[in-house]
C-alpha cells in the first residue's frame, strides 16, 4: 500500500499540470511558501515544537479524516494569506505533494481554485480546538 | 567464443590479482563516513531546506551600512555591527527559527531576492548600527509582513539582540 501511495505521488511530481484547474508552477508556489508560510513553518515545514504544527511528514495525513480537507484551507494562514484562490490552491497542493507524499491517501483529489473559494470564505475561530479533534482522528485512522 | 572467455577470465584474473578489495572498501568507506559529516557541520536554519544555492548572487555595497541592498526592510541592529554578520548571529546568541519573509531588488543584476530578516537573541539589545529601512514593510495587523514585532520566537530566550537580513531565494515574476 505504501508503493503504491509513493508512486502515485511520483506520477503528481512527474505531471505537474494535473494539479489543480490551472498550470502548476512549482517555482511559483515554492515562492509564494517562503513569502507566506516559511516565516513560522520553517524552510521545510518541519514547524516548532508547541508553537507552529509540522506540515512535513504529516499534513497529508488531514486528507484521510472528515474535515481534514476542509480545514486545511479554512485555518488562518490559509483563508488569511494575501495570494488569490488559485495560487492558493497551487500553494496547498504543492505542499501536499510536496512535503507529505508519504501520507497523501493514494486517491487524493488536488484543491481547485473554486474549492478553495468557497472554503476560506468560512474561516475557522477555534483552530486549536478543531485541530486537535482532527489530530485525534488521525491517530484512530492510522 | 572460447576466445571471448579467455579474454574475460584473464582480464577478471588480473584485476583481482592487482586491485585491492580492502583498500577499495576503506576508499568507500571514507566518502561514505565524509558524506555523513556534511550534514553535521553547524549552519543556520534559516538558509537549510532544499534552497538553490546563492552564494554567486552578484553582490554591492556595504553590509554594515543600512543603505546595504539586503536589509530594504530592517528594523533592529545590525548584527555584523554586534560580531555576527549581515547572515548570521553573534557568538552567544540564538537564531530565531520563526521569521519574518520579503523581498530587496539587488541594484547589481536588477533582480528580487527573498529575504529572511531573523532575528538574534539571548543576550540585551547590541544598540550599534541601528536601522530603520521599512521597505515593504506592512502595518501590525498583517503580522508576517511587520518589522516592528519582536521575531525573537521558538527561541529559548525571547531578548531581541541584533537582527540579519539572510537572502533565501530568487523572486521570480
Redesign the interface.
Known amino acids: 500500500m505504501k508503493g503504491r501511495t509513493v508512486c502515485f505521488a511520483f506520477l503528481i511530481a512527474a505531471a505537474p499540470h494535473a494539479i489543480g484547474d490551472g498550470p502548476v508552477d512549482a517555482e511559483r508556489a515554492r515562492l509564494n511558501y517562503m513569502l507566506n508560510c516559511q516565516g513560522c513553518h520553517l524552510p521545510d515545514g518541519s514547524g516548532v515544537e508547541d508553537a507552529v504544527p509540522r506540515m512535513n511528514g504529516f499534513v497529508g495525513n488531514f486528507l484521510h479524516v472528515p474535515g481534514g480537507r476542509e480545514f486545511l484551507v479554512r485555518v488562518p494562514g490559509s483563508a488569511n494569506a494575501a495570494l488569490d484562490d488559485a495560487s492558493l490552491a497551487e500553494l496547498l497542493n504543492w505542499i501536499l505533494v510536496t512535503m507529505s507524499p508519504g501520507e497523501l491517501p493514494p486517491s487524493w483529489v488536488p484543491y481547485s481554485a473554486g474549492e478553495v473559494a468557497e472554503l476560506r470564505s468560512a474561516p475557522l475561530r477555534e483552530v486549536e480546538k478543531v485541530r486537535a479533534g482532527l489530530v485525534r482522528s488521525i491517530q484512530q485512522h492510522l | 567464443m572460447n576466445w571471448l572467455d579467455k579474454l574475460s577470465e584473464k582480464s577478471t584474473r588480473g584485476l583481482a590479482q592487482q586491485t585491492s578489495r580492502r583498500g577499495w572498501l576503506a576508499g568507500i568507506g571514507t566518502v561514505l563516513a565524509g558524506a555523513a559529516s556534511v550534514p553535521l557541520l553547524p549552519m543556520a536554519?534559516?538558509?537549510?531546506?532544499?534552497?538553490p544555492k546563492l552564494e554567486d548572487v552578484a553582490d554591492t555595497g556595504d553590509p554594515l551600512s543600512c543603505d546595504y541592498w539586503r536589509h530594504c526592510s530592517i528594523d533592529g541592529f545590525l548584527c555584523g555591527c554586534c560580531g555576527g554578520s549581515h547572515n548570521t548571529c553573534p557568538p552567544g546568541t540564538e537564531m530565531s527559527?520563526?521569521?519574518?519573509?520579503?523581498?530587496c531588488r539587488n541594484p547589481v543584476d536588477g533582480k528580487n531576492y527573498?529575504i529572511?530578516y531573523n532575528d538574534c537573541c539571548g543576550k540585551t539589545p547590541c544598540g550599534q548600527c541601528f536601522c530603520n529601512t521599512n521597505q515593504g514593510d506592512r502595518p501590525m495587523y498583517?503580522p508576517?509582513k511587520n518589522n516592528d514585532i519582536n521575531w525573537c520566537?521558538?527561541t529559548e530566550s525571547t531578548v531581541y539582540h541584533c537582527s540579519t537580513s539572510v537572502l533565501?531565494?530568487l523572486?521570480?515574476e
Open positions: 536554519r534559516a538558509s537549510s531546506g532544499g534552497q527559527p520563526i521569521t519574518w519573509v520579503g523581498t527573498v529572511s498583517r508576517d520566537l521558538g533565501i531565494g523572486a521570480v
